[in-house]
């Protein structure tokens, strides 16, 4: 069983940021690419950001030059920093671990931009 245990959501102002991290534990044998994605009420989930293992990196273009995903391998946690925030980026946001057979997801933490 995997486990991702997410961090670091709240409320911010237009203009803050905030930094979210999520932790993957478990039976974790390869991991392929980790990201996160977000989904917000009345719409479909979406991709943020992601990982690869070997540090290739993609974003939504929405949240480029903006937002910066990385990651720590040898803790298996990702980390999305967020900059810049707009109140269209308030939603739920998910983390995600590829192992290339398989997809695990958090339980989402909640991010609300809003003055």
């Known amino acids: 069983q995997v486990q991702l245990v997410e961090s670091g959501g709240g409320l911010v102002q237009p203009g803050g940021s905030l930094r979210l991290s999520c932790a993957a534990s478990?039976?974790?044998?390869?991991?392929?690419?980790m990201g996160w994605y977000r989904q917000a009420p009345g719409k479909q989930r979406e991709l943020v950001a992601r990982?690869?293992?070997?540090?290739?990196?993609n974003y939504a273009e929405s949240v480029k030059g903006r937002f910066t995903i990385s990651s720590d391998n040898a803790k298996n946690t990702v980390y999305l920093q967020m900059n810049s925030l707009k109140p269209e980026d308030t939603a739920v946001y998910y983390c995600?671990?590829?192992?290339?057979?398989?997809?695990?997801w958090g339980q989402g933490t909640q991010v609300t931009v809003s003055s």
């Open positions: 478990g039976r974790i044998f390869y991991i392929y690419m």
């Open positions: 990982i690869t293992f070997g540090g290739t990196t």
């Open positions: 995600n671990l590829n192992t290339g057979s398989y997809e695990y």
